[in-house]
């Protein structure tokens, strides 16, 4: 019986930022530093990310997930800091990623999130082709289906979209693998359903028709920085949608402190046995002693 491990983590919003020019903060990204510096740098921090890495490396997941936000202003400097920080993770064909809104945040600079292509490139995509999204990776019985929501936003915006040429080749791929009996994950930044219109998906509506006709098995996304399961309707049954907080985060108000998700996924007669462990930081004392533990332990299907 094959037996396969999935770590997910999000949002690891890497700092310290890098030395800055007065002309880099024009329009949103000016919003964004104030942010930083009023408490953002505070709360994402580097040695918690290092001790939730080092806690992932030691479960031995036969796979790891990155869904998105690496890191903030999108500065020159920050996309060439992910790459190393990716490389520290584990090698791209050990990685998938798809980016966030803050991998994004402004247009100059979009075209630097091909620094990380080899983390989000498809298995039939040569190397040298532009960046494209969805992209398919098969890793033995797990299939990961890599779908962008990153979009450069207005201020005080966090919205995300796939778009119509996005949302067509998703529904002409997930077509094709319909009676493949992979394991199929669908990794996006954005959460499919939001109470907040300023950080929510704007096709989310046509995301789940697509969905509730060609169906996967996990959809796994960050964004919110909260714990969270979410169903979703599909052609055979309900999906789950699983969320999980920033992979640096000290706990403040209602956000909880950094945690990971690791499924374990089995064969199950003619469909799979999927399990959802949460491991993490319960409290600020156990960030303090770098003490991660499992938090919840769910039967997903």
């Known amino acids: 019986m094959t037996v396969l491990t999935l770590a997910h983590l999000s949002d690891p919003h890497l700092g310290p930022l890098p030395p800055l020019r007065l002309h880099q903060l024009a329009g949103k990204r000016a919003i964004g530093y104030l942010n930083w510096k009023r408490g953002r740098h505070a709360i994402h921090r580097r040695d918690v990310l290092d001790a939730l890495v080092a806690d992932i490396k030691a479960q031995s997941p036969d796979h790891i997930a990155v869904t998105g936000d690496l890191i903030n202003l999108a500065l020159p400097d920050e996309f060439t800091q992910a790459r190393a920080w990716l490389s ?97 994950v669908l990794l996006i930044h954005h959460p499919l359903s939001s109470k907040d219109s300023h950080k929510r998906l704007t096709d989310a509506d046509a995301l789940l028709d697509l969905l509730k006709r060609r169906g996967v098995n996990l959809i796994l996304h960050g964004h919110d920085h909260i714990h969270s399961t979410m169903w979703f309707d599909g052609p055979q049954g309900r999906i789950p949608a699983i969320g999980v907080p920033s992979a640096s985060a000290m706990p403040h108000r209602h956000y909880p402190p950094a945690a990971y998700n690791l499924f374990t996924i089995t064969p199950d007669g003619n469909g799979w046995r999927c399990e959802q462990r949460v491991r993490g930081f319960a409290d600020q004392a156990a960030i303090k002693r770098k003490e991660i533990s499992e938090l919840q332990r769910t039967q997903l299907i």
């Not at 402004?106 to 298995?123: A, F, L």
């Not at 299939?143 to 207005?154: D, F, K, N, Y």
Request: no cysteine.
């Open 88 to 184: 520290e993770v584990g090698a791209p064909y050990d990685v998938t990623l798809v980016p966030g809104n803050h991998d994004a945040y402004v247009r100059p600079t979009q075209k630097q999130i091909s620094e990380w292509e080899d983390y989000m490139r498809g298995d039939s995509v040569r190397e040298g082709t532009p960046l494209s999204f969805p992209f398919l990776r098969r890793r033995g019985p797990l299939t990961l289906i890599g779908a962008s929501s990153s979009v450069p936003t207005r201020p005080f915006m966090a919205t995300g979209r796939l778009g119509p040429k996005q949302l067509d080749a998703l529904d002409r791929g997930l077509s094709q693998l319909e009676s493949d009996p992979n394991f199929r």
